[in-house]
């Protein structure tokens, strides 16, 4: 099993729309859970931060943390056509020589049609 | 401007040439990466360094090598062993490995002539 892994998508929803985005990790003791927005062509811009079990919210965007079932998501409310672009999620594990390093997952392609 | 600069942005290696990849960053922070990215692929760790002069192998390290002489600079140098180079090359940086929001560059796009 990889440490962290998506759903590769493509995951399309209207305008207007709430799209979800789910990221499942591997290491129990993962404390730290990291969502960033990469599009075409360009590198990664970081759009949130979560280390606690719950929801996190941040304008349009809630990032939600369920440690006992290892997954955490991202929620796009009102999507937009400017949100369409790859979501990576990124998880630091808790793990020996690795601590403090980020686990990236292959990342979900959204696309938001107006 | 606090921010990582990546240079160039893109770059074209000959068969057998060393080539290298510049990361600076202005935002005092300890810690910097080196990843790589393949079309459709996720992030793959190819080294990082905690604090200056020290720095450990990612997952990929092989073919690749750097250098963390200062704390602003990570270069990174594809050498004529890695054999499939062509790739997009992300440098990213963080307060510390403990505190590991990371930031990242814009990224080079190595090609092979």
């Known amino acids: 099993q990889k440490e962290v892994e998506q759903n590769s998508g493509p995951l399309s929803v209207p305008e207007g729309a709430i799209a979800s985005l789910n990221c499942t990790y591997s290491?129990?003791?993962?404390?730290?859970f990291f969502w960033y927005r990469q599009y075409s062509g360009k590198s990664p811009e970081l759009i949130m931060f979560i280390y606690s079990n719950g929801d996190k919210e941040d304008g349009r965007f809630t990032a939600q943390l369920n440690k006992a079932s290892q997954y955490v998501s991202l929620l796009i409310r009102d999507s937009q056509p400017s949100d369409s672009a790859t979501y990576l999620c990124?998880?630091?594990?808790?793990?020996?020589?690795?601590?403090?390093?980020?686990?990236f997952g292959r990342g979900t392609q959204l696309t938001v049609w107006p | 401007d606090g921010g990582i600069t990546q240079s160039p942005k893109y770059l074209f290696r000959k068969e057998g040439q060393n080539v290298t990849l510049s990361c600076e960053q202005n935002?005092?922070?300890?810690?910097m990466y080196w990843y790589r990215q393949d079309p459709g692929q996720g992030l793959r760790l190819i080294y990082y360094s905690q604090i200056v002069n020290d720095f450990q192998k990612g997952d990929i390290a092989e073919g690749y090598s750097v250098s963390r002489e200062k704390k602003e600079s990570f270069p990174l140098t594809v050498t004529s062993a890695q054999k499939n180079p062509t790739a997009f090359y992300l440098c990213a940086s963080s307060i510390s490995v403990a505190k590991n929001i990371q930031y990242f560059g814009a990224g080079t796009r190595l090609s092979v002539l």
């Open positions: 990124a998880v630091k594990l808790a793990r020996g020589s690795t601590l403090g390093r980020l686990y």
């Open positions: 935002l005092n922070h300890d810690a």
């Open positions: 290491d129990r003791g993962s404390q730290s």
